[in-house]
């Protein structure tokens, strides 16, 4: 059973900086690509800002290349997004799973919110 686990998240001004991270219960991102998703409201659906295959190849949503920065360290099965120069419109939860998600990796998230 995969767990994942968002943490790191909070309220920050706008052009403030933060880093999320996400705790797999285990080596699982040899197996699979992973990616941040977040959700700006409860009726939204999520959308995925970056992703890191197994090989470390990197990608983001294009407007967010830039600012947003995705990570790993596989030894501490841990995958982490730098977020610099937020703004408002990225305010939401955070949310890391697979790529393609699957159902049963979703955890809490961790939310954000920008704003002065």
């Known amino acids: 059973q995969v767990q994942l686990v968002e943490s790191g998240g909070g309220l920050v001004q706008p052009g403030g900086s933060l880093r999320l991270s996400c705790v797999a219960s285990?080596?699982?991102?040899?197996?699979?690509?992973m990616g941040w998703f977040r959700q700006a409201a409860a009726e939204s659906e999520r959308e995925m800002v970056a992703?890191?295959?197994?090989?470390?190849?990197?990608d983001y949503l294009g407007s967010l290349k830039g600012r947003f920065t995705i990570s790993r360290n596989t030894a501490k099965n841990t995958m982490y997004l730098q977020l610099t120069n937020l703004k408002p419109e990225d305010t939401a939860v955070y949310y890391c799973?697979?790529?393609?998600?699957?159902?049963?990796?979703w955890g809490q998230g961790t939310p954000v919110t920008v704003s002065s």
């Open positions: 285990g080596d699982i991102f040899s197996l699979y690509t």
């Open positions: 799973n697979a790529v393609p998600p699957r159902d049963s990796f």
């Open positions: 992703s890191i295959t197994r090989d470390g190849t990197t």
